[in-house]
């Protein structure tokens, strides 16, 4: 979930290297002075952020300009070289998310992390409350499909499994993680829906096109993945 770190409490310079957290700091009112190139929500205040580059490419001397005094990570999300280069330096805070409890929790454990408390208990209680209303709103078999070229979908132990089956979706994919899928896998996979993602590949109307042709007896359809996998606060300005 998120590991214990010596901090200045409360921390004043919050570096955010996950664009769901970036997102759900900043709601919470933490003044987060650096941020990822694709921490882009909330627009009208996420962009005026400096960039430390990416996900998986920090730029250390930009970091080190800023000057934190806590820097937010996440075990999927960033790389580990560079977690631990930063970790020798500053006190970083990390954070392993697979399923909806466990993003429900990290939210209050940086909101204790930050002196945000309050703040955090009304995302919590409001993201509570859309989730019971989403529960079982779907039905039927589901592929979420993440990358192409290979094909690769969504599997157990992921945040997306998790949510896909709150909504009420049967996931077909049984194999852990984010599995590489052939067309006769998808054949024999035999969905209802095929969820084509906008991240991390950006599926495009071509791409359903094509995969229509080929798997005519399924519902395929272009989703945008946020909602399915941003855990935080994203999931309250967007619906699945």
Same mark, same amino acid.
């Given at each position: 979930? %998120?590991?214990?770190v010596?901090?200045?409490?409360?921390?004043?310079?919050?570096?955010?290297?996950?664009p769901?957290? +970036?997102?759900?700091?900043?709601?919470?009112g933490?003044?987060?002075v650096g941020?990822t190139?694709?921490c882009?929500?909330?627009?009208?205040?996420?962009?005026?952020?400096?960039?430390?580059?990416?996900?998986?490419?920090?730029?250390?001397?930009?970091?080190?300009?800023?000057?934190?005094?806590?820097?937010?990570?996440?075990?999927?999300? $960033?790389?580990?070289?560079?977690?631990?280069?930063?970790s020798?330096?500053?006190?970083?805070w990390?954070?392993?998310? +697979?399923?909806?409890?466990? @993003?429900?929790?990290m939210i %209050?454990?940086?909101?204790?992390?930050?002196?945000?408390e309050?703040?955090?208990?009304?995302i919590? +209680?409001?993201?509570v409350?859309?989730? $019971?209303?989403l529960?079982?709103?779907?039905?039927g078999?589901v592929l979420?499909?993440?990358?192409?070229?290979?094909?690769?979908?969504a599997?157990?132990?992921?945040?997306?499994?998790?949510?896909?089956?709150h909504? %009420?979706?049967?996931?077909?994919v049984?194999?852990?993680?984010?599995?590489?899928?052939s067309e006769?896998?998808?054949?024999?996979? =035999?969905?209802?829906?095929?969820?084509?993602? =906008?991240?991390p590949?950006p599926?495009?109307? @071509?791409?359903?096109?094509?995969?229509?042709?080929?798997?005519?007896?399924?519902?395929?359809?272009?989703?945008?993945g946020?909602p399915?996998?941003?855990? %935080?606060?994203?999931?309250?300005?967007?619906?699945?």
């Amino acid at each position: 979930m %998120g590991r214990s770190v010596e901090i200045n409490f409360p921390p004043r310079r919050v570096i955010s290297l996950v664009p769901s957290i +970036t997102e759900l700091l900043i709601d919470m009112g933490v003044d987060v002075v650096g941020r990822t190139k694709f921490c882009i929500h909330p627009e009208d205040k996420a962009t005026s952020i400096p960039i430390v580059g990416g996900t998986k490419n920090f730029r250390f001397e930009v970091i080190d300009d800023l000057k934190p005094d806590l820097i937010v990570g996440n075990k999927e999300e $960033n790389y580990k070289e560079g977690i631990t280069r930063l970790s020798e330096r500053y006190p970083v805070w990390m954070s392993d998310i +697979t399923q909806l409890n466990e @993003g429900l929790e990290m939210i %209050g454990m940086l909101a204790e992390v930050t002196n945000m408390e309050a703040e955090g208990d009304l995302i919590r +209680t409001q993201l509570v409350a859309k989730l $019971n209303g989403l529960q079982n709103s779907r039905s039927g078999s589901v592929l979420y499909m993440i990358w192409k070229k290979p094909w690769m979908a969504a599997g157990r132990d992921t945040y997306v499994h998790h949510f896909l089956e709150h909504l %009420g979706y049967r996931n077909v994919v049984q194999a852990a993680r984010y599995p590489e899928l052939s067309e006769s896998d998808i054949a024999d996979l =035999s969905p209802d829906h095929i969820l084509l993602s =906008s991240e991390p590949y950006p599926f495009q109307e @071509g791409d359903r096109e094509a995969l229509q042709a080929v798997f005519p007896t399924s519902s395929i359809e272009l989703v945008d993945g946020e909602p399915y996998s941003w855990y %935080g606060s994203r999931l309250l300005r967007v619906d699945p």
